[in-house]
Protein backbone atom coordinates (compact mmCIF):
# COMPACT_ATOMS: atom_id res chain seq x y z
CA UNK A 1 0.00 0.00 0.00
CA UNK A 2 1.21 3.47 -0.71
CA UNK A 3 2.66 4.83 2.26
CA UNK A 4 0.80 7.16 5.00
CA UNK A 5 3.15 9.16 7.25
CA UNK A 6 2.72 9.21 11.02
CA UNK A 7 3.45 12.70 11.86
CA UNK A 8 2.62 13.54 15.51
CA UNK A 9 1.83 11.39 18.53
CA UNK A 10 -0.27 12.29 21.62
CA UNK A 11 0.32 9.54 24.46
CA UNK A 12 -1.88 9.87 27.65
CA UNK A 13 -1.15 7.11 29.57
CA UNK A 14 0.20 5.66 32.99
CA UNK A 15 3.85 5.47 32.00
CA UNK A 16 3.49 9.65 31.68
CA UNK A 17 1.91 11.78 29.37
CA UNK A 18 4.67 13.50 27.89
CA UNK A 19 6.07 11.34 25.23
CA UNK A 20 9.60 11.65 26.56
CA UNK A 21 8.63 10.62 29.65
CA UNK A 22 7.11 7.48 28.53
CA UNK A 23 9.80 6.52 26.28
CA UNK A 24 12.35 7.06 29.60
CA UNK A 25 10.09 4.72 31.65
CA UNK A 26 9.01 2.22 29.07
CA UNK A 27 12.63 1.88 27.43
CA UNK A 28 13.66 1.31 31.54
CA UNK A 29 10.87 -0.96 31.85
CA UNK A 30 9.74 1.27 34.95
CA UNK A 31 6.29 -0.90 35.74
CA UNK A 32 3.76 1.50 36.42
CA UNK A 33 0.98 -0.51 37.15
CA UNK A 34 -0.65 -0.17 40.91
CA UNK A 35 -3.11 -1.60 43.33
CA UNK A 36 -6.39 0.02 42.93
CA UNK A 37 -7.45 2.72 45.32
CA UNK A 38 -9.82 4.79 43.32
CA UNK A 39 -12.66 2.82 44.67
CA UNK A 40 -12.97 -0.54 46.83
CA UNK A 41 -11.63 -3.06 44.94
CA UNK A 42 -11.00 -5.89 47.42
CA UNK A 43 -14.07 -7.73 46.71
CA UNK A 44 -12.48 -8.17 43.26
CA UNK A 45 -10.43 -11.19 41.50
CA UNK A 46 -8.22 -8.59 40.10
CA UNK A 47 -7.22 -5.26 42.31
CA UNK A 48 -4.75 -3.86 40.13
CA UNK A 49 -4.39 -1.55 37.05
CA UNK A 50 -2.31 1.60 35.73
CA UNK A 51 -3.98 4.53 36.44
CA UNK A 52 -3.74 8.03 34.10
CA UNK A 53 -2.05 10.60 36.84
CA UNK A 54 -1.83 14.36 35.55
CA UNK A 55 -4.47 14.76 33.10
CA UNK A 56 -5.54 18.29 34.20
CA UNK A 57 -2.37 19.60 34.15
CA UNK A 58 -1.99 18.74 30.34
CA UNK A 59 -5.91 19.65 29.72
CA UNK A 60 -6.82 22.46 27.55
CA UNK A 61 -10.83 21.32 28.06
CA UNK A 62 -13.22 23.39 29.96
CA UNK A 63 -15.06 22.70 32.98
CA UNK A 64 -18.02 23.52 31.44
CA UNK A 65 -17.20 20.93 28.98
CA UNK A 66 -15.66 18.16 31.21
CA UNK A 67 -18.86 18.21 33.18
CA UNK A 68 -20.81 16.58 29.88
CA UNK A 69 -18.22 14.15 29.10
CA UNK A 70 -16.73 10.79 30.13
CA UNK A 71 -12.82 10.46 30.83
CA UNK A 72 -12.13 8.47 28.03
CA UNK A 73 -13.40 11.29 25.32
CA UNK A 74 -11.25 14.04 28.24
CA UNK A 75 -7.98 11.88 27.12
CA UNK A 76 -8.76 11.24 23.86
CA UNK A 77 -8.87 15.31 23.53
CA UNK A 78 -5.65 16.01 25.37
CA UNK A 79 -4.33 12.93 23.08
CA UNK A 80 -5.74 14.91 20.08
CA UNK A 81 -3.70 18.15 21.13
CA UNK A 82 -0.35 16.88 21.90
CA UNK A 83 -0.86 15.08 18.53
CA UNK A 84 -1.86 18.02 16.39
CA UNK A 85 1.09 20.45 18.30
CA UNK A 86 3.55 17.59 17.70
CA UNK A 87 2.71 17.65 13.68
CA UNK A 88 2.70 21.45 13.61
CA UNK A 89 -0.90 21.37 12.53
CA UNK A 90 -2.39 24.57 11.26
CA UNK A 91 -5.89 23.67 11.23
CA UNK A 92 -6.68 27.57 10.04
CA UNK A 93 -5.05 26.33 6.39
CA UNK A 94 -6.39 22.83 6.42
CA UNK A 95 -9.34 21.95 4.85
CA UNK A 96 -11.44 20.41 7.45
CA UNK A 97 -14.31 18.79 5.04
CA UNK A 98 -11.18 16.67 4.26
CA UNK A 99 -9.81 15.91 7.82
CA UNK A 100 -11.69 12.27 9.04
CA UNK A 101 -10.87 11.05 12.77
CA UNK A 102 -10.63 6.88 13.29
CA UNK A 103 -10.80 6.37 16.92
CA UNK A 104 -10.91 2.84 18.68
CA UNK A 105 -12.39 1.96 21.90
CA UNK A 106 -13.73 -1.31 23.54
CA UNK A 107 -16.09 -0.63 26.15
CA UNK A 108 -17.28 2.77 26.72
CA UNK A 109 -17.63 5.42 29.43
CA UNK A 110 -18.15 3.81 32.04
CA UNK A 111 -17.44 6.43 35.14
CA UNK A 112 -20.33 8.56 33.65
CA UNK A 113 -22.65 5.98 32.73
CA UNK A 114 -22.06 3.93 35.81
CA UNK A 115 -22.58 7.19 37.98
CA UNK A 116 -25.80 8.12 36.36
CA UNK A 117 -27.65 4.52 36.22
CA UNK A 118 -26.89 4.75 40.38
CA UNK A 119 -28.72 7.65 40.17
CA UNK A 120 -31.47 6.34 38.25
CA UNK A 121 -32.06 3.93 40.98
CA UNK A 122 -31.58 5.97 43.93
CA UNK A 123 -33.89 9.44 42.33
CA UNK A 124 -35.75 7.84 39.56
CA UNK A 125 -35.67 9.14 36.00
CA UNK A 126 -34.88 12.89 36.61
CA UNK A 127 -31.79 11.95 38.57
CA UNK A 128 -30.29 10.78 35.33
CA UNK A 129 -27.93 13.94 33.49
CA UNK A 130 -28.95 14.42 29.90
CA UNK A 131 -25.19 14.20 29.38
CA UNK A 132 -25.31 10.49 29.99
CA UNK A 133 -27.23 10.30 26.61
CA UNK A 134 -23.91 11.81 24.49
CA UNK A 135 -21.34 10.90 27.49
CA UNK A 136 -21.03 6.98 27.34
CA UNK A 137 -20.73 5.22 24.21
CA UNK A 138 -17.81 4.51 22.19
CA UNK A 139 -18.28 7.45 19.49
CA UNK A 140 -18.42 9.93 22.03
CA UNK A 141 -14.99 10.95 21.42
CA UNK A 142 -15.12 11.03 18.13
CA UNK A 143 -17.75 13.48 18.37
CA UNK A 144 -15.96 15.43 20.82
CA UNK A 145 -12.79 15.89 18.77
CA UNK A 146 -14.75 16.89 15.51
CA UNK A 147 -17.00 19.30 17.08
CA UNK A 148 -13.42 20.71 19.05
CA UNK A 149 -11.57 21.02 15.97
CA UNK A 150 -14.52 21.43 13.51
CA UNK A 151 -13.34 18.59 11.61
CA UNK A 152 -15.56 17.05 9.28
CA UNK A 153 -14.57 14.40 7.10
CA UNK A 154 -15.28 10.81 6.52
CA UNK A 155 -14.58 9.68 9.88
CA UNK A 156 -15.29 6.04 12.50
CA UNK A 157 -14.99 4.58 15.25
CA UNK A 158 -14.10 0.96 15.72
CA UNK A 159 -15.47 -1.23 18.56
CA UNK A 160 -13.35 -4.52 17.96
CA UNK A 161 -12.14 -5.11 21.54
CA UNK A 162 -8.07 -4.58 22.16
CA UNK A 163 -7.96 -4.91 18.74
CA UNK A 164 -10.10 -1.81 18.43
CA UNK A 165 -7.52 0.82 18.07
CA UNK A 166 -5.27 -0.76 15.95
CA UNK A 167 -8.20 -1.94 13.38
CA UNK A 168 -8.52 2.12 13.38
CA UNK A 169 -5.25 3.08 12.08
CA UNK A 170 -5.44 0.54 9.85
CA UNK A 171 -8.82 1.88 8.11
CA UNK A 172 -7.64 5.68 8.82
CA UNK A 173 -4.66 4.59 6.80
CA UNK A 174 -6.63 2.52 3.63
CA UNK A 175 -8.89 6.30 3.87
CA UNK A 176 -5.97 8.14 3.34
CA UNK A 177 -4.60 5.57 0.44
CA UNK A 178 -7.68 5.85 -1.62
CA UNK A 179 -7.95 9.87 -1.44
CA UNK A 180 -10.96 10.30 0.97
CA UNK A 181 -8.93 12.62 3.60
CA UNK A 182 -6.19 14.33 3.47
CA UNK A 183 -5.27 13.95 6.96
CA UNK A 184 -6.24 11.88 9.70
CA UNK A 185 -6.39 12.06 13.46
CA UNK A 186 -6.30 8.18 14.46
CA UNK A 187 -5.83 6.07 17.70
CA UNK A 188 -7.87 5.11 20.45
CA UNK A 189 -9.07 5.59 24.20
CA UNK A 190 -10.10 3.18 27.04
CA UNK A 191 -11.21 4.25 30.63
CA UNK A 192 -11.88 0.71 32.05
CA UNK A 193 -10.77 1.52 35.70
CA UNK A 194 -14.53 1.86 37.24
CA UNK A 195 -16.37 -0.43 39.13
CA UNK A 196 -18.55 -1.80 36.54
CA UNK A 197 -16.23 -2.07 33.90
CA UNK A 198 -13.64 -4.04 36.20
CA UNK A 199 -16.14 -6.12 36.61
CA UNK A 200 -17.33 -6.56 33.27
CA UNK A 201 -13.09 -7.20 32.29
CA UNK A 202 -13.05 -9.75 35.07
CA UNK A 203 -16.07 -11.73 33.96
CA UNK A 204 -13.93 -12.67 30.89
CA UNK A 205 -11.93 -14.32 32.89
CA UNK A 206 -8.69 -12.58 31.44
CA UNK A 207 -7.05 -10.62 34.20
CA UNK A 208 -4.75 -11.43 36.27
CA UNK A 209 -5.05 -11.94 40.21
CA UNK A 210 -1.61 -11.55 41.08
CA UNK A 211 -2.81 -8.27 43.46
CA UNK A 212 -0.09 -8.91 46.23
CA UNK A 213 2.43 -7.82 43.45
CA UNK A 214 1.09 -5.10 41.17
CA UNK A 215 4.06 -4.13 39.56
CA UNK A 216 4.75 -8.17 38.64
CA UNK A 217 1.34 -9.32 38.05
CA UNK A 218 1.03 -8.72 34.09
CA UNK A 219 3.70 -11.34 32.80
CA UNK A 220 3.43 -12.30 29.43
CA UNK A 221 4.67 -15.30 28.31
CA UNK A 222 5.65 -16.61 31.75
CA UNK A 223 4.37 -19.57 33.55
CA UNK A 224 3.09 -18.28 36.22
CA UNK A 225 1.38 -15.69 33.72
CA UNK A 226 -2.80 -15.40 34.52
CA UNK A 227 -3.86 -12.77 32.37
CA UNK A 228 -3.08 -8.25 31.59
CA UNK A 229 -3.98 -5.90 33.93
CA UNK A 230 -6.02 -3.49 33.22
CA UNK A 231 -4.85 0.38 31.79
CA UNK A 232 -6.52 3.52 31.31
CA UNK A 233 -5.27 6.19 28.42
CA UNK A 234 -5.27 7.57 24.92
CA UNK A 235 -2.92 6.84 22.31
CA UNK A 236 -3.61 8.84 19.04
CA UNK A 237 -1.21 10.35 16.03
CA UNK A 238 -1.55 12.36 12.87
CA UNK A 239 -1.50 10.48 9.89
CA UNK A 240 -1.25 11.56 6.30
CA UNK A 241 0.12 10.63 2.94
CA UNK A 242 4.73 10.77 3.14
CA UNK A 243 4.45 13.09 -0.18
CA UNK A 244 2.01 15.68 1.83
CA UNK A 245 3.97 15.13 5.09
CA UNK A 246 7.11 15.94 2.99
CA UNK A 247 5.86 18.99 1.45
CA UNK A 248 4.77 20.12 4.76
CA UNK A 249 8.20 19.69 6.00
CA UNK A 250 7.00 18.34 8.85
CA UNK A 251 9.15 15.32 10.77
CA UNK A 252 7.81 12.01 9.90
CA UNK A 253 7.66 9.24 12.90
CA UNK A 254 7.25 6.00 10.32
CA UNK A 255 4.93 5.43 7.75
CA UNK A 256 2.26 2.73 7.86
CA UNK A 257 3.03 0.22 4.80
CA UNK A 258 0.71 -2.56 5.74
CA UNK A 259 -2.53 -4.02 7.53
CA UNK A 260 -4.45 -6.98 7.55
CA UNK A 261 -7.35 -8.60 9.72
CA UNK A 262 -8.77 -11.72 10.16
CA UNK A 263 -10.84 -13.70 12.58
CA UNK A 264 -10.73 -17.01 14.15
CA UNK A 265 -14.22 -18.28 14.07
CA UNK A 266 -13.83 -20.32 17.03
CA UNK A 267 -14.65 -18.98 20.61
CA UNK A 268 -16.66 -15.95 21.84
CA UNK A 269 -13.87 -14.92 24.28
CA UNK A 270 -10.56 -17.17 23.67
CA UNK A 271 -8.30 -17.27 20.18
CA UNK A 272 -7.69 -20.06 18.26
CA UNK A 273 -5.13 -22.05 19.88
CA UNK A 274 -3.14 -22.83 16.53
CA UNK A 275 -2.69 -19.12 15.73
CA UNK A 276 -3.68 -20.03 12.19
CA UNK A 277 -5.80 -17.49 11.38
CA UNK A 278 -3.30 -14.61 13.38
CA UNK A 279 -0.69 -16.18 11.45
CA UNK A 280 -2.71 -15.90 7.98
CA UNK A 281 -3.31 -12.06 9.15
CA UNK A 282 0.80 -11.60 9.23
CA UNK A 283 0.96 -13.12 6.47
CA UNK A 284 -1.59 -10.53 4.27
CA UNK A 285 -0.04 -7.47 5.99
CA UNK A 286 3.44 -7.92 5.17
CA UNK A 287 1.78 -8.91 1.47
CA UNK A 288 -0.04 -5.49 1.79
CA UNK A 289 3.31 -3.94 2.41
CA UNK A 290 5.29 -5.73 0.01
CA UNK A 291 7.93 -7.64 2.68
CA UNK A 292 9.35 -10.85 3.11
CA UNK A 293 9.42 -11.95 6.90
CA UNK A 294 12.85 -11.67 6.74
CA UNK A 295 13.06 -7.88 6.54
CA UNK A 296 11.07 -7.57 10.28
CA UNK A 297 13.59 -5.75 12.52
CA UNK A 298 11.01 -6.06 15.67
CA UNK A 299 7.42 -7.20 16.63
CA UNK A 300 5.38 -5.64 18.96
CA UNK A 301 3.31 -8.28 20.42
CA UNK A 302 -0.39 -8.73 21.76
CA UNK A 303 1.41 -10.37 24.99
CA UNK A 304 -2.31 -11.12 26.88
CA UNK A 305 -0.36 -12.79 29.51
CA UNK A 306 -2.30 -15.82 29.54
CA UNK A 307 -1.06 -19.23 28.65
CA UNK A 308 -3.54 -19.88 26.06
CA UNK A 309 -3.01 -16.87 24.21
CA UNK A 310 0.60 -16.36 24.57
CA UNK A 311 1.35 -19.53 22.99
CA UNK A 312 -1.34 -19.25 19.91
CA UNK A 313 0.51 -15.80 18.99
CA UNK A 314 3.88 -17.32 19.05
CA UNK A 315 2.65 -20.64 17.47
CA UNK A 316 1.48 -17.78 14.82
CA UNK A 317 5.23 -16.08 14.19
CA UNK A 318 6.57 -19.83 14.09
CA UNK A 319 4.28 -20.42 11.29
CA UNK A 320 5.68 -17.13 9.31
CA UNK A 321 8.83 -16.62 10.26
CA UNK A 322 10.37 -20.29 10.69
CA UNK A 323 13.50 -20.84 11.71
CA UNK A 324 14.57 -16.99 11.40
CA UNK A 325 11.49 -16.50 14.61
CA UNK A 326 13.97 -16.28 17.48
CA UNK A 327 16.48 -14.01 15.45
CA UNK A 328 13.86 -11.07 15.95
CA UNK A 329 13.57 -8.95 18.45
CA UNK A 330 10.09 -8.78 19.94
CA UNK A 331 8.49 -7.63 22.99
CA UNK A 332 5.00 -6.78 24.76
CA UNK A 333 5.87 -3.09 26.44
CA UNK A 334 2.58 -3.17 27.38
CA UNK A 335 3.55 -5.22 30.86
CA UNK A 336 5.13 -2.09 31.74
CA UNK A 337 1.77 0.25 32.19
CA UNK A 338 -0.98 -2.34 31.42
CA UNK A 339 -3.34 -2.85 28.51
CA UNK A 340 -5.35 -0.71 27.57
CA UNK A 341 -8.13 -2.58 25.62
CA UNK A 342 -9.49 -0.72 22.94
CA UNK A 343 -6.56 1.73 23.01
CA UNK A 344 -3.75 -0.66 22.79
CA UNK A 345 -3.06 -1.19 19.68
CA UNK A 346 -2.45 2.70 19.17
CA UNK A 347 -0.05 2.92 21.94
CA UNK A 348 1.41 0.16 20.69
CA UNK A 349 2.04 1.75 17.15
CA UNK A 350 3.43 5.00 19.12
CA UNK A 351 6.15 2.80 21.31
CA UNK A 352 6.99 1.38 17.95
CA UNK A 353 7.62 4.48 16.43
CA UNK A 354 9.80 5.78 19.11
CA UNK A 355 11.64 2.39 19.16
CA UNK A 356 12.29 3.44 15.95
CA UNK A 357 13.35 7.09 17.01
CA UNK A 358 15.91 5.89 19.66
CA UNK A 359 16.76 2.43 17.65
CA UNK A 360 15.94 0.30 21.23
CA UNK A 361 13.65 -2.47 21.50
CA UNK A 362 11.86 -2.35 24.84
CA UNK A 363 11.50 -4.95 27.20
CA UNK A 364 9.23 -7.46 28.14
CA UNK A 365 8.73 -7.07 31.88
CA UNK A 366 8.84 -9.82 34.66
CA UNK A 367 9.01 -12.34 32.02
CA UNK A 368 11.50 -15.17 34.71
CA UNK A 369 10.65 -18.31 33.34
CA UNK A 370 9.50 -18.61 29.40
CA UNK A 371 6.13 -20.80 28.79
CA UNK A 372 6.66 -24.01 27.33
CA UNK A 373 6.71 -23.52 23.72
CA UNK A 374 7.24 -19.17 24.20
CA UNK A 375 10.81 -19.85 23.07
CA UNK A 376 11.46 -16.64 21.22
CA UNK A 377 13.18 -13.24 21.51
CA UNK A 378 11.48 -11.28 24.04
CA UNK A 379 13.69 -8.84 25.58
CA UNK A 380 12.95 -10.11 29.00
CA UNK A 381 15.89 -9.12 30.25
CA UNK A 382 15.90 -4.90 29.27
CA UNK A 383 15.77 -2.79 25.93
CA UNK A 384 18.01 -3.92 23.55
CA UNK A 385 19.88 -1.18 21.12
CA UNK A 386 18.53 -2.49 17.37
CA UNK A 387 18.49 -0.04 14.05
CA UNK A 388 14.57 -0.57 13.34
CA UNK A 389 13.53 -0.18 9.45
CA UNK A 390 10.20 -2.13 9.24
CA UNK A 391 8.81 -3.00 12.34
CA UNK A 392 5.08 -5.57 12.90
CA UNK A 393 2.53 -4.59 15.68
CA UNK A 394 -0.12 -7.55 16.40
CA UNK A 395 -3.38 -6.93 17.97
CA UNK A 396 -6.29 -8.86 18.82
CA UNK A 397 -9.10 -9.22 21.34
CA UNK A 398 -12.24 -11.43 22.40
CA UNK A 399 -14.07 -13.52 19.82
CA UNK A 400 -10.58 -13.84 18.25
CA UNK A 401 -10.04 -11.08 16.07
CA UNK A 402 -6.48 -10.48 14.57
CA UNK A 403 -5.24 -7.28 13.11
CA UNK A 404 -1.33 -6.51 12.13
CA UNK A 405 0.03 -3.68 10.66
CA UNK A 406 3.53 -3.21 9.60
CA UNK A 407 5.34 0.48 10.00
CA UNK A 408 8.82 1.14 8.26
CA UNK A 409 10.96 3.83 8.70
CA UNK B 1 -31.45 35.15 47.91
CA UNK B 2 -34.18 36.28 45.53
CA UNK B 3 -34.98 34.33 42.25
CA UNK B 4 -32.55 36.18 40.45
CA UNK B 5 -29.37 35.65 42.39
CA UNK B 6 -30.64 31.76 42.72
CA UNK B 7 -30.63 31.29 39.24
CA UNK B 8 -27.30 32.77 38.63
CA UNK B 9 -26.02 29.99 41.30
CA UNK B 10 -27.63 27.13 39.20
CA UNK B 11 -26.10 28.71 36.09
CA UNK B 12 -22.68 28.69 37.72
CA UNK B 13 -23.11 25.28 39.77
CA UNK B 14 -24.62 23.22 36.88
CA UNK B 15 -22.63 25.26 33.39
CA UNK B 16 -19.71 27.00 35.08
CA UNK B 17 -21.46 30.14 33.62
CA UNK B 18 -20.10 33.43 35.41
CA UNK B 19 -23.04 35.77 36.17
CA UNK B 20 -21.74 38.76 34.62
CA UNK B 21 -21.76 36.60 31.67
CA UNK B 22 -25.42 36.01 31.00
CA UNK B 23 -27.27 38.62 29.16
CA UNK B 24 -30.95 38.68 30.40
CA UNK B 25 -32.43 39.51 27.76
CA UNK B 26 -30.76 37.27 25.33
CA UNK B 27 -31.45 34.01 23.99
CA UNK B 28 -29.68 31.64 26.14
CA UNK B 29 -28.82 29.44 23.05
CA UNK B 30 -27.18 32.41 21.07
CA UNK B 31 -25.61 33.97 23.95
CA UNK B 32 -24.34 31.48 26.06
CA UNK B 33 -24.34 28.53 23.21
CA UNK B 34 -26.59 26.52 25.43
CA UNK B 35 -27.73 23.18 23.82
CA UNK B 36 -30.92 21.13 24.65
CA UNK B 37 -29.11 18.78 26.94
CA UNK B 38 -27.98 21.57 28.84
CA UNK B 39 -30.59 23.22 28.90
CA UNK B 40 -32.85 20.18 30.24
CA UNK B 41 -30.22 20.20 33.03
CA UNK B 42 -30.64 23.24 34.16
CA UNK B 43 -34.19 23.14 34.03
CA UNK B 44 -34.01 19.57 36.27
CA UNK B 45 -31.35 21.12 38.71
CA UNK B 46 -34.07 24.32 38.56
CA UNK B 47 -37.03 22.20 39.82
CA UNK B 48 -35.20 20.99 42.14
CA UNK B 49 -33.67 23.84 43.93
CA UNK B 50 -37.18 25.35 43.98
CA UNK B 51 -39.04 22.18 44.37
CA UNK B 52 -41.68 22.37 41.28
CA UNK B 53 -43.66 19.41 40.64
CA UNK B 54 -43.94 20.54 36.89
CA UNK B 55 -42.65 18.50 34.02
CA UNK B 56 -39.46 19.90 32.56
CA UNK B 57 -41.30 19.94 29.13
CA UNK B 58 -42.81 22.65 30.87
CA UNK B 59 -39.80 25.09 30.64
CA UNK B 60 -39.73 24.80 26.81
CA UNK B 61 -41.11 28.31 25.73
CA UNK B 62 -38.39 30.17 27.93
CA UNK B 63 -35.64 31.19 25.48
CA UNK B 64 -33.67 33.55 28.10
CA UNK B 65 -32.81 34.59 31.72
CA UNK B 66 -35.44 36.72 32.12
CA UNK B 67 -37.94 34.39 30.39
CA UNK B 68 -36.87 31.98 33.30
CA UNK B 69 -37.12 34.32 36.18
CA UNK B 70 -40.63 35.70 34.68
CA UNK B 71 -41.81 31.75 34.14
CA UNK B 72 -41.05 31.23 38.23
CA UNK B 73 -42.86 34.16 39.12
CA UNK B 74 -45.50 33.32 37.63
CA UNK B 75 -46.10 29.81 38.97
CA UNK B 76 -44.76 30.52 42.54
Known sequence: MEKIAITGMGIVSPSGIDKRKFWSNVSHGRCAIEKITRFDASKYTSQV??????????????????????????????????????????????????????????????????????????EGREGVSPFAASAWFPAAPQGQISIKYQMKGYSKTVVADRASSLMAIGYGAKTLVHNKANFIVAGGMEAPVTPYALLCCQTS??????????????????????????????????????????????????????????????????????????????????????????????????????????????????????????????????????????????????TTLLAMEYKTVPPTINLK????????????????????????????????????????? | MNIEDQLKK??????????????????????????STEMVELNVVIKKSFNLDIPTSTFKKTQSFNDIVKFLKEIM
Open chain 1, 49 to 122: AGHVHELEAYSNVSSRLLKKIDVFSHMALVGTELALQDAQMNLEHEDLNRAGIFMGNAIGGWLFAETELRDLYI
Open chain 1, 205 to 350: GMLTQHNATPQEAYKPFDQDGDGYAIAEGAGIMIMEPEARAKKRGVKIYGNVIGYASTTDGVNRIDSAEDGVELARAIRLALEDAKLNPDQIDYVCLDGAGQKKADLSETRAIKAVFGANAKNIPMSAPKSVFGNMLGASGAVDVL
Open chain 1, 369 to 409: NPLAGCDLNYCANGSVSKEINNAMVISRGRGGINAVMVISK
Open chain 2, 10 to 35: IFFDVLEIEADDIEPDKSLAVSLGID
